[in-house]
Nanobody, 110 residues
Framework: QVQLVQSGGGLVQPGGSMRLSCTSS??????ALWWYRQAPGKQRELVA????????NYADSVKGRFTISRDNAKNMVYLQMDSLKPEDTAVYYC?????WGQGTQVTVSS
């Protein structure tokens, strides 16, 4: 099973920014990568994805505010989150193949 380790997260004020990072134990150069999130009492939802070729897709709720990117040389995938809103509060997970990151709490609150 693929091992993924996340970093970043924490508490940020509304309107602020935060970047999440995720690294893999193996090369994910040929794979699509995803960021999901799960808010309390809600199902896990797809936030953003990036294909092996670099094409990106976003949930409507984060479009224009979040940016997913990848660095294949470093086996890293990032989620840059700007203009954060309280409704972005959730545990965020990176994912590819059969692997999931450990989850990172992001709390948007004043």
């Amino acid at each position: 099973q693929v091992q993924l380790v996340q970093s970043g997260g924490g508490l940020v004020q509304p309107g602020g920014s935060m970047r999440l990072s995720c690294t893999s134990s193996g090369s994910f150069r040929i794979y699509a990568l995803w960021w999901y999130r799960q808010a309390p009492g809600k199902q896990r939802e797809l936030v953003a994805s990036v294909t092996a070729g670099g094409s990106t897709n976003y949930a409507d709720s984060v479009k224009g505010r979040f940016t997913i990117s990848r660095d294949n040389a470093k086996n890293m995938v990032y989620l840059q989150m700007d203009s954060l809103k309280p409704e972005d509060t959730a545990v965020y997970y990176c994912h590819y193949r059969d692997g999931w990151g450990q989850g990172t709490q992001v709390t948007v609150s004043s």
